[in-house]
């Protein structure tokens, strides 16, 4: 049943690929400033992003696939077709992302109607990850949840415009190259924020599984309902599955994805509360699209930051800086020394996330030293245990607790 959905789809789009070529053979051509600039037409929001990035306003771009629009599913309007047929270069991810596209945008490029490439499959082989597709073996097209990967698209899309209109290509190596920098600087920022993460925290639980590079750039363990596609269904055995992993590693949070039906997350939360545990729900991920073209996630370098933001606050909500060590912690208690009640909570505060690691030697006076005076006053957060009982007035080792 479902062959004939898609063949018939298939027809369909032929058809109209048909008509337009047919119709627009004789023609005018657009005359001003919009007529004279190429025609690029880009299918996903970080692909037209860093074709807007790279070009500027040297060449009129449309980009197909919106907020919330999942790209595994979605199907070509009659506009869509207009655009491809009119358009000099298309740009679209492939390894399968566009599924439904993915026909007719290679047979533009073997007609010549423009110049089309499937950036993906572009990219070296040897730095994709794996993919059994429906349709055979391919790789994982999430290819933009890498920052570093993500430049190898970029090169690709100048390299592309360079050919395609070299009167602008001392602007677009211009472009690429501040792009290319900025790149870099988010590929760091990410780093620098799930390093603050303690490693048996960085277990990222969505949806589809969108995330395998940002997981093996970043150091997360992915996990999902879902395959790599958003087009095969979450059965009831892969909701018990996901259930059973939250449940055995802890995992404190779960994330929803902005092209994704919440549903099947949604019923996962509802099985971990029915094995009377809590799982929260860590927020909204850009998986697949961007988020509103006039919001902080509207740009590829906006939705990205607020991923590993929400990652981050989410699965180390209370986590603080991982260098923060016993030490630390005897600075914060300034004049008070580490004692035995408040060592206690080192392994609790380890849990948390806020002290990374017990430093040894532990925090002793050496033989013979001074007793520290007693003070009074307030303990520090971290450390005060709430009985509000007087702090005695030598030190202990920690390793007598
Ligand atoms: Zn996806």
New binding site residues.
């Given amino acids: 049943m479902r062959g004939c959905i898609k063949g018939s789809l298939w027809l369909s789009l032929s058809a109209l690929l048909a008509l337009f070529l047919s119709a627009c053979a004789g023609a005018p051509v657009v005359a001003g400033e919009e007529g004279s600039k190429l025609r690029v037409v880009a299918t996903t929001g970080p692909i037209g992003d860093a074709v807007r990035a790279v070009a500027g306003d040297a060449v009129a771009l449309r980009v197909l696939l919106g907020p919330g629009i ?3 599913t979605y199907v070509a309007t009659e506009s869509d077709i207009r655009a491809f047929q009119r358009a000099d270069v298309i740009f679209y991810n492939g390894l399968h ?1 566009e599924a439904q596209l993915e026909r007719v945008l290679r047979q533009l490029g073997q007609r010549g109607v423009a110049t089309v490439v499937a950036i993906g499959e572009t990219l070296p082989a040897e730095k994709l990850l794996g993919w059994e597709a429906e349709t055979g073996k391919t790789h994982d ?2 290819i933009w949840h890498d920052a570093q990967l993500w430049k190898e698209a970029v090169r690709t899309i100048r390299d592309t415009l360079i050919v395609a209109d070299p009167a602008h290509a001392e602007g677009y190596r211009a472009n690429a190259s501040a792009y290319l920098a900025q790149l870099d600087a988010l590929d760091a920022y990410i780093r620098d924020r799930a390093a603050t993460l303690p490693p048996e925290r960085r277990i990222l639980v969505t949806a ?3 995330f395998g590079y940002f997981g093996r750039a970043y150091g997360f363990e992915v996990e999902a309902i879902q395959g ?3 087009a095969t269904e979450a059965s009831a055995a892969d909701i018990q599955a996901l259930t059973s992993l939250v449940l055995e590693r802890n995992v404190p949070a779960i994330f929803v994805e902005t ?1 994704i039906a919440p549903r099947t997350i949604e019923a996962v939360r509802a099985a971990v509360r029915a094995a009377g545990r809590e799982v929260t729900l860590g927020g909204e991920l850009y ?2 699209a961007l988020g509103a073209p006039d919001g902080p996630t509207g740009t590829y370098l906006g939705m990205m930051r607020h991923n590993i933001d929400t990652i981050v606050a989410a699965l180390g909500a209370r986590a603080a800086s991982p260098r923060t060590t016993v030490t630390d912690l005897a600075e914060k208690a300034g004049p008070y020394p580490i004692l035995p009640y408040m060592a206690r909570y080192v392994p609790v505060l380890e849990g948390r996330g806020e002290v990374a690691t017990l430093r040894t030697p532990p925090l002793l006076p050496a033989a013979g030293a001074r007793p520290v005076e007693r003070r009074t006053g307030p303990l520090p957060r971290a450390a005060y245990d709430g009985s509000r009982r007087a702090v005695p007035s030598r030190h202990l080792p920690i390793a007598e607790v």
């Fill in positions: 999942d790209p595994h992302l097209p999430h589809h599984d969108a790599i596609s958003s092209t998986s697949d």
